[in-house]
């Protein structure tokens, strides 16, 4: 399994913009097999999907974040980003990043077997 530490949270005022880093680490690890995507709680909601990334760069992204959203990665860094614009309060929630060895991504919870703590991520003027 994959040790993931998120980044980049903290309070924004709408309209605003954030980026979030996951970081990757594992014993002889290398994050070129492993599919990541973000996902994110908002206060008595469900786990939502926001955005994932193949090993190849194909990405995926959730209709209430496309064109605001952009996802990334750097295979040399371990480390895939979550570059958020126009935000709004609704995109307040605890991020987190997970990952799995695919070559393929989806926006569901389930295929993912490793995830890390989170990062508050709040809009709010």
């Known amino acids: 399994q994959l040790h993931l530490v998120e980044s980049g949270g903290g309070l924004v005022r709408p309209g605003g913009s954030l980026r979030l880093s996951c970081v990757a680490s594992a014993s002889g690890f290398t994050m070129n097999y492993y599919a990541i995507a973000w996902f994110r709680r908002a206060p008595g909601k469900e786990r939502e999907g926001v955005s994932c990334?193949?090993?190849?760069?194909?990405?995926n992204y959730a209709d209430s974040v496309k064109g605001r959203f952009t996802i990334s990665r750097d295979n040399a860094k371990n480390t895939v980003y979550l570059e958020m614009n126009s935000l709004e309060p609704e995109d307040t929630a605890v991020y987190s990043c997970?990952?799995?060895?695919?070559?393929?991504?989806?926006?569901?919870?389930?295929?993912?077997?490793?995830w890390g703590q989170g990062t508050q991520v709040t809009v709010s003027s």
């Open positions: 990334i193949t090993d190849s760069g194909s990405t």
């Open positions: 997970a990952g799995v060895r695919s070559f393929l991504c989806v926006l569901l919870s389930r295929p993912y077997d490793s």
